[in-house]
Nanobody
Framework: QLRLAESGGGLVQSGGSLRLSCATS????????FGWFRQAPGKGREGVAC????????NYAASVKGRFTISRDNARKTVYLQMNSLKPEDTALYYC?????????????????????WGRGAQVTVSS
């Protein structure tokens, strides 16, 4: 059974950093692309960053470009989101998502309808 589990969320002051991890199991990690999404209270789900199965295409939303970095570790079957220079508007529930083969190949930030598998989310709260 395919599983995604986010961790690393928490409370941080504005300007601080956090690293989210998405531990996976139950599937062939190397064949999947991954996306990070977030949803703030009262707002829709926003695609933040994605990485393709080969790790050679990475795309970011304009709101996080230059501050967030997505990466993958095939040996650990884990995807990461390093978040620096955090702002109060980054406060949200952050989700990891996976899709077989054809994800993050179009030069755009991830769209939620492109991903079939989702974790339960990790809360990130940035205080001002």
């Amino acid at each position: 059974q395919l599983r995604l589990a986010e961790s690393g969320g928490g409370l941080v002051q504005s300007g601080g950093s956090l690293r989210l991890s998405c531990a996976t199991s139950g599937f062939t990690f190397e064949r999947y692309g991954f996306g990070w999404f977030r949803q703030a209270p009262g707002k829709g789900r926003e695609g933040v960053a994605c990485i393709n199965r080969d790790g050679d295409e990475i795309n970011y939303a304009a709101s996080v470009k230059g501050r967030f970095t997505i990466s993958r570790d095939n040996a650990r079957k884990t995807v990461y989101l390093q978040m620096n220079s955090l702002k109060p508007e980054d406060t949200a529930l952050y989700y990891c998502a996976a899709e077989f083969l054809y994800a993050c190949l179009n030069g755009l930030p991830p769209a939620q309808d492109e991903y079939h598998y989702w974790g339960r989310g990790a809360q990130v709260t940035v205080s001002s």
